[in-house]
């Protein structure tokens, strides 16, 4: 052993044990050998000539191996699962077996998914300083109350704790963009579960700058050394996604609700009576009814008049 060299935990991540953080667990047990002798300390430097084992395994450094990956729908990121379930690896050849994946998506989700042997990289991508974002395009079994887009803004208390997005944009109707920052386990589904809704499809698209394009589904691709740069910057494109502050989404709920009563004077029917405020300001949508398709919000509809420009061609 020498001053120079490696430090024990980078050279265990090189040689595709792990992450640091998960190679310091390690050498805490007493699992790592350092030329015969049990090491404990992390910070031991190790060149060339250091013979190092890990369970009584000799291990050595492995040349750094990005691989983007769409997990398709039904299969869990593991590489056994202990209820027989099918893993992401039956689509890996063996020579990729090494590979641990960065992150997950849940069974039920589809997309994007990283695959390396390179822990510092892991590190990059995984570690809340860095704030990496990660697009997810969402179809929900329902159509969205704008409200409750803005509430994926705010925040959305949960029993897994208070969650939120970085932003959203509507697609459609029922469909809808996010972009996370941390993502907490199952945190898309457990917002759009605490507000009503269910997650009937959840496909993520983008990991920092680096997007899923053509990739197909069980498809895999080494990225080379520019992909992994895109993979670990930000977008520097002006964010068009709508924001809204807590204010901004309680002045619009107090104008909702306001314009009720006067609605009902207006038309000579009798305003509802003044009741306390819910907790919660944002209305729980409608649920569909089976067998026939939700109609559009009325709000999104725009009846043409006859006579009217619109109707007539004009601007």
């Keep these: 052993?020498?001053?120079?060299g490696t430090r024990l935990n980078k050279f265990l991540a090189s040689c595709a044990i792990g992450s640091r953080r998960g190679s310091d667990e390690l050498i805490k047990e007493g699992r790592v050998e350092v030329n015969g002798q049990i090491?404990?300390?992390?910070?031991?430097?190790?060149?060339p000539a250091d013979f190092v084992k890990?369970?009584?395994?000799?291990?050595?450094?492995?040349?750094?191996?990005?691989?983007?990956f769409h997990k398709p729908r039904g299969y869990v990121c593991s590489k056994s699962d202990e209820l027989g379930r099918d893993t992401i690896y039956t689509f890996l050849t063996p020579s990729m077996h090494h590979l641990h994946h960065v992150g997950r998506l849940d069974r039920d989700s589809e997309g994007l998914l990283i695959l390396t042997n390179d822990g510092d990289l892991t590190q990059q991508l995984m570690h809340p300083s860095k704030s990496?974002?990660?697009?997810?395009?969402?179809?929900?079994?329902?159509?969205?109350?704008?409200?409750h887009l803005d509430q994926f803004l705010v925040g959305i208390y949960t029993p897994e704790g208070k969650l939120k997005a970085k932003a959203v944009e509507r697609q459609s109707a029922r469909r809808i963009k996010i972009i996370l920052e941390h993502g907490a386990k199952r945190q898309i589904r457990v917002m759009f579960e605490a507000l009503?809704?269910?997650?009937?499809?959840?496909?993520?698209?983008r990991i920092g700058s680096l997007w899923l394009g053509d990739l197909e589904p069980g498809d895999s691709q080494a990225l080379n050394e520019s992909e992994i740069a895109m993979l670990l910057k930000n977008p520097k494109v002006k964010d068009t996604a709508k924001r809204v502050t807590k204010e901004k989404l309680d002045e619009r709920v107090a104008r909702e609700k306001a314009s009720k009563p006067r609605a009902a004077a207006d038309s000579g029917g009798v305003a509802p009576s003044r009741r306390p405020a819910a907790k919660s300001a944002i209305p729980k949508p409608k649920p569909a009814k089976r067998g026939r398709p939700q109609a559009e919000p009325r709000s999104e509809r725009t009846p043409k008049r006859p006579g009217s420009k619109r109707h007539q061609g004009g601007k």
């Design 1 to 4: 052993m020498n001053d120079e």
């Design 54 to 68: 890990v369970d009584g395994k000799r291990v050595v450094s492995k040349l750094p191996v990005v691989v983007a």
């Design 196 to 205: 009503g809704y269910q997650v009937t499809k959840l496909l993520r698209v």
């Design 39 to 47: 090491c404990v300390n992390p910070g031991t430097r190790v060149g």
């Design 132 to 147: 990496m974002e990660k697009e997810y395009h969402v179809t929900s079994n329902q159509a969205f109350e704008n409200a």
